[in-house]
């Protein structure tokens, strides 16, 4: 079986990718005897993970399977955590595992950068005890206990502008959400500026989504929403070049 490893900044991209494999058919894994034997040793079997933090938690990946292919989705909770998961992730495999691993994919937000700044900008920490840094990413592959495993990145919204996952989005909406997007726009210019004391650069996107979010998916979260509704879909993809992008960046990673 091949494998292919995503590792993304949260629970948010964890479903913007999923959602592309949902629509190619592919089946999450809800048992842990559906995961191949490689991931089934992985999965931790006790709780609390760490003895005297009964309020930390271990996010537990997201599988998906397809014929012969399993796509393991990792949220590291944080853009600067993807490459020491990256590093434990492989560091942890013998040999014989890592021949088993045929891709692995980081994805990030560009936020305030055009694509080589916001690649620059995620790997400038040298690490001299890591295995995979960013001369591997630059060139494609790393190798680890003599396999060589092909590496990609992504930075929303389309590998090239400043952005991050809620642009695009936001673009899909545009797209299949219009109506909803204007009427969000019209409400959150009558938000008195009081309430947004603590907004980030991107809060207001965030906050676009999750309002269009709740109208699809009342009282849950954006990851279901974007999951399952149509942010990313065959009609947004038709009329957005950075959605179907993004689609295609996926689907070619995993049938290469």
């Known amino acids: 079986m091949k494998n292919f490893i995503f590792f ?3 629970i948010h991209d964890v479903n913007c990718v999923a959602r592309v494999l949902l629509l190619n058919k592919y089946i999450e894994a809800k048992n842990i005897n559906q995961l191949p034997e490689i991931w089934k040793v992985r999965v ?21 399977l397809k014929n012969d292919l399993c796509i393991v989705i990792v949220s590291s909770n944080g853009a600067t955590n993807i490459l020491t998961d990256i590093d434990l992730y492989l560091s942890n495999m013998n040999k014989i595992e890592l021949k088993q691993i045929n891709g692995i994919c980081a994805i990030f937000d560009a936020d305030e950068y055009e ?16 295995i995979v840094n960013k001369k591997d990413f630059l060139i494609g592959h790393c190798r680890v206990r003599g396999e060589i495993i092909p590496l990609h990145n992504y930075f929303f919204p389309n590998n090239k502008s400043k952005g991050t996952l809620e642009n695009l989005l936001l673009e899909g909406a545009n797209i ?12 959150m210019q009558k938000i008195d500026d009081r309430y947004k004391y603590n907004w980030s650069r991107s809060s207001e996107n965030k906050v676009k989504v999750g309002c269009i979010a709740n109208v699809f998916q009342p009282g849950g979260a954006n990851q279901t929403s974007i999951r399952y509704d149509n942010w990313i879909s065959e009609e947004s993809m038709e009329y957005s070049p950075a959605i179907k992008k993004f689609y295609d960046f996926i689907i070619d990673i995993i049938t290469q």
Not at 176 to 187: A, H
């Open 44 to 64: 931790p079997r006790n709780y609390p993970f760490i003895n005297d933090r009964l309020d930390r938690h271990i996010h537990i990946p997201a599988y998906f």
């Open 8 to 10: 993304v900044e949260g």
């Open 115 to 130: 694509f080589k700044e916001a690649f620059d900008e995620k790997f400038k920490k040298y690490n001299k005890d890591r």
């Open 176 to 187: 299949v959400y219009s109506d909803l997007l204007k009427n969000v726009d019209e409400y």
